[in-house]
């Protein structure tokens, strides 16, 4: 029996209401993530553009479907039920992204890591490590603050100043070492140099002896950074000179692969 063009349109239209009731609820919960993982619905409100009872209707099913929580302040947070997708597709990213990591190895002959910004924090997520005895070594899944790290500057570089800043209060900045920058405007200047020269660099701000120079993967579908880490006597200015180009055509080609496994 033909379908009549009335039901032809109300399905059509249930589709795309449905399609954007997914975009939004992806929205929210991206923004969840920006604001630190727990936020009032006022203040999504405010950052989305949405009406109170569109977020409200949305936010309750993201809470049934255990990927939102209510707290006792009334106030959303993050749900537990990300945790999984979360990790899976870390494990998955740093799969994609380990010949590439390989490829700086061999190039530079330093460790080669991956990492990504996981609300405040940074999170390494694959790493190759240098064939030199003497070698740096940092475990896949460590989670550090972002401003006494070159992946965390290559980072943050890329959000606005204003973010920043409420990142850093959120965080704190404590030393790491006593080369550890711990002001905000310390660390604002470090950004702009970044933005300036494409790349950053951590020189034993993490941990005295060692140095890190980082840049961000262009056009990624998550914000991820590489680096390569040495020991200060061989990450030299001298070596820095030869290892940046390498690092931008690497984070280059890993944007391109990691769009070739997310088509759009």
Not at 151 to 179: F, Y
Request: charged share 20%; glycine share 8%; proline share 6%.
């Amino acid at each position: 029996m033909p379908t009549s063009s009335a039901s032809t349109t109300d399905s059509a239209k249930s589709a795309t209401g449905g399609v954007q009731s997914l975009e939004r609820a992806f929205d929210l919960l991206e923004r969840m993530a920006d604001a630190g993982g727990e936020v009032g619905l006022s203040e999504l409100s405010a950052s989305s553009g949405l009406p109170l009872p569109t977020i409200h209707r949305l936010m309750r099913t993201l809470v049934a479907c255990g990927y939102v929580r209510q707290q006792a302040n009334r106030r959303y947070a993050l749900g537990p039920r990300l945790i999984r997708l979360g990790e899976s597709s870390a494990r998955l990213l740093g799969t994609w992204a380990r010949p590439h990591l390989a490829r700086l190895v061999e190039e530079t002959g330093e460790t080669a890591n991956m990492a990504l910004l996981d609300g405040d924090e940074i999170v390494y997520v694959a790493q190759v490590p240098s064939k030199h005895s003497m070698r740096m070594f940092t475990e896949v899944g460590r989670r550090v603050l972002p401003h006494s790290t070159g992946v965390g500057k290559a980072l943050l570089a890329n959000v606005p100043d204003d973010e920043v800043r409420a990142l850093l209060s959120r965080t704190g900045m404590p030393a790491a070492t006593e080369k550890t920058i711990t002001t905000p405007e310390g660390f604002l200047a470090a950004l702009e140099d970044v933005r300036r020269t494409g790349y950053a660099i951590d020189d034993n701000e993490q941990e005295i002896g060692v140095r890190c120079l980082a840049v961000s993967v262009p056009d990624s579908p998550t914000a991820a950074a590489i680096s390569i880490s040495g020991p200060a006597g061989r990450v030299t200015e001298a070596a820095t000179e030869k290892i940046v180009p390498v690092l931008q055509q690497v984070a280059t080609e890993l944007s391109r692969a990691l769009a070739t496994q997310n088509p759009a």
